[in-house]
Structure formats: C-alpha cells, structure tokens
C-alpha cells in the first residue's frame, strides 16, 4: 500500500474514534460517582439519581434546577458564626448558642425596672418576633438550610463553587477555634427573667442537624474546598455533641418527652452515633423507639393526641413524622425496620402517615386546630411512606402540593419540615 493510502486509513480510523466518542455520553466514561456514607439518606439512592441525572433524566434535571436556584442564593451569603450576636449567653461565653423559646411573650409593660416586661406568658403556636434578633436561631437555620442545599449541588452538578461555600459555612461555625459554637444547647430557648436554657432548647437542631450530617458524609465524598482538617474538626465536634447529647441533664430530660421532643432527641443522637461510628447506640435507639415512641405517642387509628392537642396540630403531626421516617431510614441502615413494627393497639407508622392522608392530597379538610395550615407540610413524610410499601402513600403522591421551592425527593430521599413555622 502506497503511503497516500496508508495516510488516508489513518485519518478514517482517527475520525471513526472521534465520532464514537462524541456518541458516548460523558458519565459512560468515568467513574461511577462516589455512594455517600449518609446516617440518614440512603447513599446508593443519591448515586444512582446522579447516574440517571448524567443520562438526561428529565424529571431529575428538572428537580436539579430547582436545587441549584437555591444553592445560588445562599452563594456570597455568610459565613455565620454564635459569636456575632450582640450579647453572649447567660454563661457570659459568646461561643455558647443562644436562642429564645418561642411561644413566650411579655406580659407587662417594659421599663426600666423592668426591661423585659417580665413575666413571660405562654401563647402556644404564637411565634414572638422578639426571638429572631439577638439570639443564634436565624443563623443556625441559614446554616444548616445553605450547607444542605449547597452540598447536593456540588454533588448533583461537579460545581466547586458549591462544595466551596458549603465548607466555608460550616468551617466557620462548627471547626474554626475564633468562631466555632460550644458542642452544647446548655442556653437553647431561654425564657427572660425565668431560665437561662431550657432542656427543649434541643429541638432548635430537630431534623436539621441530622440533614448536616448527610452533607457532611456528601462533601466527604471529594468535595473542592473542603480538607482534611474540615473533616478531622467536625468530627471531633459531633463526638463531642453526642456526648453532650446523652450524658447531660437537658439531655437526659429530653430523652424522656412523651411528644416530638422525645422522637427529635431519639433522631439526633441516632443519627450522631452512626456517623460517628457508634452503630451499636444507633441500633439501640431505633429499636427502643418502638415501644418507647411508637406506642405510646401513635393511637390506633394513626393519629398522634400529643401533637393534635396542640393550636398547630397539623403542623406538629406532620413535624413528628419527619422524626420518625427520619429515623426509620436509620433503622435500614441498622438492620431494624421501623415501617414494619406494630404496637399492641395496632399502631404503625404507616398508620400515622395514613391518617394524613385527606388532608394532604385535599381530599378533605383537616378536622383539628391549626393557626396557619400548610397542605405541602406533609409531602415528605408521604414520599417516604410511599417508598417504604405504603399503597395508600403510593396512591396519593401524584395528589401531593408541591412545596413553594419545588419537590426535591428524587434528590434528597428522606423527610424535611417542609413549613416554616418553629418551636
């Protein structure tokens, strides 16, 4: 062969492989993305979104572009630290958290005998605004909602500069010795001129934390920007909580509440301990959450008396199963289904989600209390029914409202308070 047909063989075969490579799609060529060790999510459920999300999935990209609206708007915002508010707990350590209970409000006039307007009075499911300056809360929430939705993006979309910000948030609050917060809620909701903390002070973290953890183990995967030393620090903060969590009076009180508090307290150290490598305690908490929880806290019929004994029981019934499926998705990755257990009266959780049901697909109204009802509160801990085997969950998720920012499941596979209301 002359050497003008060798040539002309060359270039054919080069434009075959270049055509080849231009059919294949970029996530057939590299590495399976990394499976998250998440305490609550399941891992191998965000891998395979990413694969499909890589393979042009429509409903996914569609979700991911809701994900991404909100990453970009907590880009430039922060870092948040509990040394910025303007005066420290009663502990006098600005390092120690802050917040103010909620529901309590002035009941005399302020003076300057009495700054306050002391004493403070109960008005369940009224929020007092009072409690949004001064105090950590509102920092922790936009920590915790940035670091979240920061840490899917990266892993959704390979941008660094979402991995990026993540870790300057959480460096910032959690690890950075001039701004780190104390690993106690020793002043978490204190009542003026009535405590200085209270042990329901623990609920601040409710389901949020344990949705940290997930983006912790996210960013663990290989994130751009965050290290080593961001790693080794919130480590030790979480061993440090933990302990805080199970050894201390508030602590040990919380363990004991008969409502959500108990069931959020069961979530947190639950979810702590399997990141932190203590499986036995997480193996224990989900087990012990049957009788301890489940039983008494769910009736027969699936209804939750604590929570519907409250002005916002819609609220609360929904709030408490975002703990429980939160927990339950702990308990799969234990060895204990939660989903499965029935209490002697019959109670389930399945039960409880389907007792929700009319009133989350708008099929009726919701018959109890409720100051301010938002249908969409309960679309999570539907999905997370539906997933678990519930027909009747199944059935009613095409009739869900979607939350006000989008229905991220498919991203995001376990149950968020998807309302605003806090206490």
């Avoid at 947190?268 to 908490?285: E, P, Y």
């Avoid at 991220?408 to 806090?422: F, G, H, K, N, T």
Wanted: hydrophobic fraction near 40%; aromatic fraction near 10%; proline fraction near 8%.
């Amino acid at each position: 062969m002359s050497g003008t047909p060798r040539r002309r063989l060359r270039t054919l075969i080069a434009a075959a492989f270049t055509a080849a490579a231009v059919l294949v799609p970029a996530a057939s060529s590299s590495a399976a993305p990394a499976v998250p060790a998440t305490p609550v999510i399941d891992g191998k459920r965000l891998q395979q979104a990413r694969i499909a999300l890589d393979k042009g999935d429509p409903a996914l990209r569609k979700a991911v572009k809701s994900l991404t609206a909100q990453a970009d708007s907590w880009l430039g915002q922060g870092p948040w630290t509990v040394v910025d508010k303007p005066r420290p707990a009663p502990s006098g350590d600005p390092h120690d958290y802050l917040s103010q209970a909620p529901y309590w409000w002035a009941s005399q006039p302020r003076t300057a005998e009495n700054p306050w307007g002391c004493p403070y009075v109960q008005r369940d499911g009224e929020r007092n605004p009072e409690v949004d300056t001064g105090t950590d809360r509102p920092d922790l929430g936009k920590v915790f909602n940035s670091t979240t939705t920061l840490s899917l993006a990266w892993y959704y979309t390979g941008d660094k500069k979402y991995s990026q910000q993540a870790a300057k948030v959480l460096r910032a609050w959690f690890v950075d010795p001039a701004t780190r917060m104390n690993p106690n809620l020793n002043h978490g909701q204190f009542i003026p001129c009535k405590y200085d903390g209270r042990a329901i002070g623990i609920i601040d973290f409710s389901q949020q934390f344990s949705s940290v953890l997930d983006a912790l183990a996210i960013l663990d995967t290989g994130a751009p920007g965050w290290t080593k030393s961001d790693r080794d620090g919130m480590r030790a903060w979480n061993k440090s909580f933990l302990g805080w969590l199970v050894d201390s009076p508030f602590g040990k009180e919380e363990s004991a509440a008969k409502n959500n508090h108990g069931t959020f307290m069961d979530l947190q150290v639950a979810s702590l301990a399997l990141a932190t490598g203590d499986k036995a305690l997480a193996r224990k908490i989900v087990l012990d959450a049957r009788a301890k929880r489940i039983d008494p806290q769910i009736a027969a019929d699936g209804s939750q008396p604590q929570e519907l004994a409250r002005t916002r029981s819609w609220h609360y019934s929904t709030f408490d199963l975002v703990a429980y499926t939160r927990l339950a998705a702990i308990g799969k990755q234990v060895g204990v289904d939660l989903w499965a257990y029935r209490g002697p009266q019959g109670q389930s959780l399945f039960k409880a989600v389907d007792y929700l049901l009319p009133a989350a697909t708008g099929a009726a109204a919701w018959p109890h209390p409720e100051l301010e009802f938002y249908r969409y509160a309960a679309s999570d801990v539907v999905h997370a029914a539906a997933d678990a085997g519930d027909s009747k969950a199944r059935a009613a998720v095409p009739r869900l409202q979607a939350p006000p920012a989008g229905d991220l499941w498919a991203l995001r596979p376990a149950a968020e308070q998807l309302d605003s209301i806090a206490g």
